[in-house]
């Protein structure tokens, strides 16, 4: 008999945490070691527990799911990650999977497909929903011919240009009349859109798009 499948869920909505928690208990081969609330919660878990993988949301409160997924990649290397989540935008896909999970399912999923996607990426390969494969390919085929700073809205591309400034997220929510912990968030929406990792990468492309608009 081979040893089951040893599982952390994360998701910040308790009921839902716990209706994953029953489908996936009800296998045999298959044990959720620990549930968390937060990205935080859940890298104190898997370095603890260092589980066989993370089954995680990734629209959450505080760290957000693609933070956690890159400090869970860095600190449990041995560990697969699954995102199950509502989000179909392709570039949040992407964001996730380039951040190292190997597998993205939609919150809508049946609980034989959840548990299918569990055991794909728990045995080294990649799992992604087949309604979001599509999107993923249209992704990969044409991220190279669209400006990522198009992809941002009006709120992020003023936040952005104020990062680019070299103005810090408290001077720009003063400039722009908003609460620190609001300016932060625009910030983690506009790093996982340009898919970079630092304030310092955003601005760089900033006053590049600046330049090429300067010389057009």
């Known amino acids: 008999m081979t040893d089951a499948i040893r599982v952390l869920v994360v998701d910040d909505h308790p009921l839902f945490r716990q209706g994953v928690v029953k489908v996936l208990s009800g296998e045999p081969d298959i044990s959720v070691i620990g549930e968390a609330g937060s990205g935080e919660e859940a890298l104190r878990l898997a370095v603890d527990t260092l589980p066989d993988l993370v089954l995680i949301d990734l629209d959450m409160p505080g760290r957000g799911g693609v933070s956690t ?3 869970l990649t860095a600190s449990c290397p041995a560990t697969h990650i699954l995102v199950l989540t509502v989000s179909e935008d392709p570039v949040n896909l992407m964001t996730a999977l380039r951040s190292g999970a190997r597998g993205y399912v939609l919150k809508g999923v049946s609980a034989p497909g959840l548990v299918h996607a569990v055991r794909v990426v728990t045995g ?38 104020l990062v680019a400034e070299g103005l810090t997220n408290r001077e720009i929510g003063e400039r722009l009349y908003l609460a620190e912990k609001t300016v932060k968030h625009h910030m983690t929406n506009v790093l996982q859109k340009l898919h970079v990792r630092s304030r310092v990468e955003a601005a760089l492309l900033a006053q590049r798009k600046r330049l090429e608009g300067e010389g057009a």
């Open 124 to 161: 080294g390969d990649a799992y992604v929903s087949s309604a979001l494969a599509g999107a993923m390919l249209y992704e990969m085929t044409h991220v190279t011919a669209d400006d990522p700073i198009d992809r941002l809205s009006e709120r992020e591309r003023g936040v952005l240009e």
């Open 69 to 71: 997924i890159q400090e």
